[in-house]
Every structure is written in C-alpha cells, then in structure tokens.
C-alpha cells in the first residue's frame, strides 16, 4: 500500500461562495476524492477556506497541484502535515459541516480563530499548527456523532 501523507491550506475566496455553492463546491471534490483515494475536511467562512487532506502521495500531490491553481481562491499558506498510520477520516471523502454541526461540538470558535491568526500580519506558523491539530483531533473524536443525517447537510 503506498504511504499516506496528510497536509492542509488556509485561503482566501476570491468571490465569497453562499453555503449552497459550498455544499456544490465539497460534493463535487468527494466524488473525484473518491476516486482518487483522498478523504479530508474542508472548512468555509467569511471568504476563507480551510482544508484538510490525506491519502496516497502522488495523488495528493497531483490533487493540490490542480486546488492550487483554482482561480476560486488564493492559498495563503501550506502545512505540510507528515505521514499518516491510519486515516483521520475514512469515509470523508470530503465533509462539508454546517455551521450547527460545528456549533455542537464546540469547534466553531476555534475554526474562526484559525482564519483570524493565519490572516494576522503576526502570522505564527507555531500557533496555527497547533490549531490545526486541535481542530482535526476534535472532528476525529466526533466522527460518528457529525455522521448522523442531521449534522451532514442543512443551510446553515
Ligand atoms: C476551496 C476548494 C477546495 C477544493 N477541494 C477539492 C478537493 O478536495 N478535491 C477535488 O477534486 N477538487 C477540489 N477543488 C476543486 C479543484 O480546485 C479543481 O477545480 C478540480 O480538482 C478540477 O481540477 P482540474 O481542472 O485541474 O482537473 C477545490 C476547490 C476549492 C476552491
């Protein structure tokens, strides 16, 4: 089995999409993930996105090659987040949470802090990686509970 990597971005829309298009925007990337063997979570708020990935090298490479050049936004900075054992999200090919979701789990204060410190002029690469893992740890703890029909879609 070829090795897992992991990595995640922080950008900024270059035209802020409603929670529809969002919804569009992460079930079109499951289906090609799907294919590709690439599971994650993407994140969405105030003309930003955040976005998780992991699987396959060369396909996660290829994969945010072609992210990068969406002229839907601009990435403003990259982690390259190391080898994965196991996956954080099998069965997220691409999960969207509404904000509800979020909201149940405590998270949404901390998703908006990490947009909030990535676009500080003070950016501190320290800080928002630990954000980012305290972010993935606590989607990872709830994945069953986020996986029930009413925290998966909505318009909020
Ligand atoms: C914030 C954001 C996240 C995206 N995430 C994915 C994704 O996880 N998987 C995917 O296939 N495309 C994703 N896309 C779409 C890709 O950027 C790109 O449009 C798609 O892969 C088709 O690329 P291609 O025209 O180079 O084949 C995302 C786009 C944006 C703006």
């Known amino acids: 089995m070829p090795e897992l990597r992991s990595l995640s971005y922080l950008s900024k829309a270059t035209r802020v999409l409603n929670v529809k298009e969002v919804h569009e925007l992460a079930r079109a990337a499951a289906e090609t993930n799907a294919k ?39 990435i403003l900075h990259q982690h390259d987040l190391g080898k994965v054992k196991a996956r954080r999200f099998e ?32 950016y501190s690469e320290g800080w928002v990686r630990d ?18 029909p009413e925290n998966q879609s909505g318009t909020a």
Not at 44 to 72: C, V, W
Not at 109 to 121: G, I, P, R, S, Y
Not at 131 to 148: E, G, H, V, W, Y
């Open 36 to 74: 590709l063997g690439i599971t994650g979570y993407l994140y969405a708020h105030t003309g930003h996105y955040f976005q998780y990935l992991e699987g396959p090298a060369p396909a996660l490479n290829e994969l945010m090659a072609s992210i990068t050049k969406d002229d839907r936004h601009r």
């Open 91 to 122: 069965g997220w090919s691409m999960r969207y949470l509404p904000a509800s979701a979020l909201s149940k789990i405590g998270l949404e204060h901390l998703l908006f802090e990490l947009v909030q410190d990535a676009t500080n002029v003070g």
């Open 131 to 148: 954000k980012i893992t305290a972010i993935l740890d606590k989607l990872s703890q709830f994945q069953t509970m986020l996986n029930r």
